[in-house]
């Protein structure tokens, strides 16, 4: 993996004792060549150097971006209510970032991934066509996406209307269908890391996978709020069909009720209890999967007040081979009203997700055989305090510290010895639609998970050694452990990061008006570049200078500037060491040339013209080669000025063109065979031959 360096906060850790001295934070950002679509690998990837260890790691997926709405004939204010944008992304890199510049990329990677999944995958199909559907579903899902450019040169939503799916919620653009796959390869990536390095293959213990469209409303066979596929479940039927995984725990902390991975749980749990005993098994293995979530019941999907909907998000059941607990939101005044809720509801969700993994474990074990367990947890940040007021119409939220402390009892849940997690905690996208709450959720919930147990962290250190580790130092021998700061998303700081962020306007320095006597920007970048390189000049032999020192916020955003990618991501620019003669046509958008330049040079280089040969070296060279075609054309001004004056242009392709033809007004007028002018050429008549030599 390609290394990075950040440099570190300013902000010592609470609780430590003694002055904080930090080592150099790295970023491990690299792409994954495994796992590449039909296991080709995509032209020009090349692998990146290996990164440092870290426990908790970050997936992206540039593909993420392309899920676009692109529908024809939409009106700005139509355009304004598309909240699922490719921007959600980019806001969640500028959360992962801060975290990573927090907490140093000992304690958190971050990696991008080209691995592609497919629509017709075992897990997808076993989330989406086990119920008797035979894949229909995700049959039509692909005809839909490979349909959209045509439905919309015809001006058609690409959406079909009768099938009530809501088209103001669910849409398509021409590359959806690499996002979903996108999403389905970077989930993979994420449970593979997670479940490798907790087989004692790796360090990874937990992931957090940033990717779009969300996937919790999606049932088996019905797309609904924004999602397509239900990118969690996926990530379970990939853990139990390549890593053996038995049981698994769904926290869902999005403002809606998941109701599609409610729906898509009951399912699977009816066909594993069918399946034992049963000589007929599915295809793929099916784990067994608790759901517990934390919504609003006002919101979508109750919002329009169906009594099915209503008592799906309501439901408490521990029977008949089902585990679902719902709890709802309840409003608050003061912070502290706030976490007194918190932990005497909203911390039963925990609770009970611990009661039934020691109580299944303990059901196994009684028949000779262990789990193999994880915490799966649908991501949401549309709760949050600083969502838009679109989504926060029936003000039910939670403070941003919500997300860091939900997801650090998580992390304590899945390393509890009883859950038969072992530490395995995979964290998936989902909700979250203003800047601000994803930015601010994804930070406080990346902190959160990337905390350590006092009993993490001392086995930790001991196996990288006191000299390389990068734990944080203190004057006393000691090390921390719980060290972040909640302030770290105090709207002070989040203001600030925002304020790096912003477009400035250009500044008009008063004077005089420009003319083309002014200093360009190149002439005042030279003059600057000279004047540095006389003060590097005069830099001797002596010490060199201190680092320098460089706010967080800056190295955030200096940092997410190599994660965003560019606005285009199907043209590439033409790479700087080709010249010009040697880049395609699309991809320079420049006139082809003649010859070549030299290496690197992307400049147009003026074609050498050959001199016009002479009369008498015409004459020798239609000798030499026996040229006896004729020397003039009907309609063509063949006077031997022009001839000898007239220099012909050069088209693109080297050749010259023909000669402008002349219309004939009246007769051609008689040939002459008079003899040859002093010149020693023979004039002859338009449009007659030659006479024969004599």
């Known amino acids: 993996m390609h290394t990075l360096s950040t440099s570190s906060t300013s ?8 002055r904080l001295s930090r080592k150099s934070s790295l970023l491990g950002l690299g792409t994954e060549k495994k796992g590449i679509k039909d296991g080709e690998e995509k032209e020009g990837f090349r692998p990146l150097s290996p990164q440092p260890p870290a426990l908790t790691a970050v997936i992206l997926h540039d593909a993420a971006y392309k899920h676009k709405f692109s529908r024809p004939k939409t009106n700005k204010a139509e355009l304004a209510t598309i909240v699922e944008r490719p921007e959600r992304i980019t806001a969640a890199i500028m959360g992962i970032c801060a975290a990573q510049t927090r907490l140093g990329g000992h304690k958190l990677s971050i990696h991008k991934t080209r691995r592609l999944g497919s629509l017709q995958d075992p897990e997808v199909m076993l989330v989406h066509a086990s119920g008797g559907d035979k894949g229909r579903w995700l049959n039509e899902l692909t005809q839909l996406c490979n349909g959209v450019d045509g439905r919309h040169r015809r001006g058609e939503c690409e959406i079909p209307l009768g099938n009530g799916w809501n088209s103001g919620d669910l849409y398509l653009g021409p590359n959806s269908k690499e996002a979903l796959e996108g999403c389905v390869g970077a989930v993979y990536d994420a449970v593979d890391r997670v479940f490798t390095g907790a087989d004692g293959a790796g360090v990874t213990r937990r992931a957090f996978v940033a990717i779009r469209p969300p996937g919790h409303h999606c049932a088996q066979t019905t797309p609904s709020g924004f999602c397509w596929l239900n990118n969690v479940h996926v990530g379970i039927a990939h853990a139990a069909r390549v890593h053996g995984l038995t049981h698994a725990v769904i926290l869902d902390i999005d403002l809606h009720h998941g109701d599609g991975s409610q729906a898509i749980a009951w399912h699977l749990n009816d066909l594993l209890k069918k399946a034992q005993g049963s000589k007929l098994q599915p295809p793929s293995p099916v784990p067994k999967v608790a759901y517990f979530s934390l919504h609003d019941i006002e919101s979508f999907p109750c919002e329009t007040g169906e009594p099915e ?20 939101l309840k409003k608050y005044h003061t912070p502290a009203e706030f976490w007194e809720v918190y932990e005497t509801v909203y911390s039963r969700l925990l609770s009970r997700a611990k009661e039934w993994l020691m109580r299944e474990m303990d059901n196994w074990r009684r028949g000779g055989k262990e789990i193999k367990a994880a915490v799966f947890i649908s991501a949401g940040f549309d709760a949050s305090e600083h969502e838009m007021i679109g989504m926060q119409r029936h003000k039910v939220h939670v403070p941003t510290g919500f997300y860091a402390r939900f997801a650090r009892e998580s992390v304590a849940l899945a390393e509890d010895e009883g859950t038969g997690c072992n530490g395995r905690v995979v964290s998936v996208l989902e909700g979250g639609y ?3 709450a994803i930015m601010s959720g994804v930070l406080a919930h990346l902190v959160g998970l990337a905390y350590e147990t006092p009993a993490r962290a001392m086995f930790r250190h001991h196996q990288t050694h006191r000299g390389i580790s990068e734990e944080y130092l203190y004057e006393d021998g000691g090390f921390a452990v719980d060290y972040y700061d909640p302030q770290w998303w105090d709207i002070e700081h989040l203001v600030e990061l925002e304020n790096k962020t912003a477009k400035r306007p250009k500044k008009v320095v008063p004077g005089a008006p420009v003319n083309y006597l002014s200093a360009t920007a190149a002439s005042k970048a030279k003059v600057e570049t000279k004047v540095l390189v006389k003060q590097a000049a005069r830099v001797g032999n002596g010490p060199p200078p201190p680092p320098v020192i460089i706010d967080w916020a800056t190295a955030t955003v200096d ?3 190599r994660l965003i990618p560019q606005e285009d991501h199907d043209e590439q620019p033409p790479s700087p060491t080709l010249s010009v003669a040697s880049t395609t046509r699309g991809a320079s958008k420049r ?12 400049r147009m280089v003026l074609r050498e013209r050959k001199p016009k040969p002479t009369v008498v070296e015409e004459r020798a060279a239609s000798k030499a080669g026996g040229d006896r075609r004729r020397k003039s054309v009907a309609g063509v001004v063949t006077s031997p000025a022009v001839i000898a004056t007239t220099t012909a242009p050069i088209t693109r392709s080297g050749r010259v063109p023909p000669m402008q033809r002349i219309p004939s007004r009246g007769p051609s007028p008689a040939p002459s065979h008079g003899p040859p002018p002093a010149g020693g050429r023979r004039v002859v008549s338009m449009g007659m031959p030659p006479p024969p030599q004599r």
Do not use: C, F, Y
């Not at 209503?310 to 709802?328: K, T």
């Not at 006139?591 to 992307?602: K, W």
């Open 434 to 436: 203003s800047n601000r």
């Open 591 to 602: 006139h082809s040339v003649a010859g070549h330049g030299d290496e690197g040079h992307t």
């Open 559 to 561: 940092l997410s500037k």
């Open 309 to 328: 909907k209503i008592r799906d998000a309501s439901v408490d059941l521990d029977a008949r081979g089902q585990m679902i607990v719902n709890i709802h």
């Open 11 to 18: 902000t010592p850790p609470p609780g430590g004792s003694g």
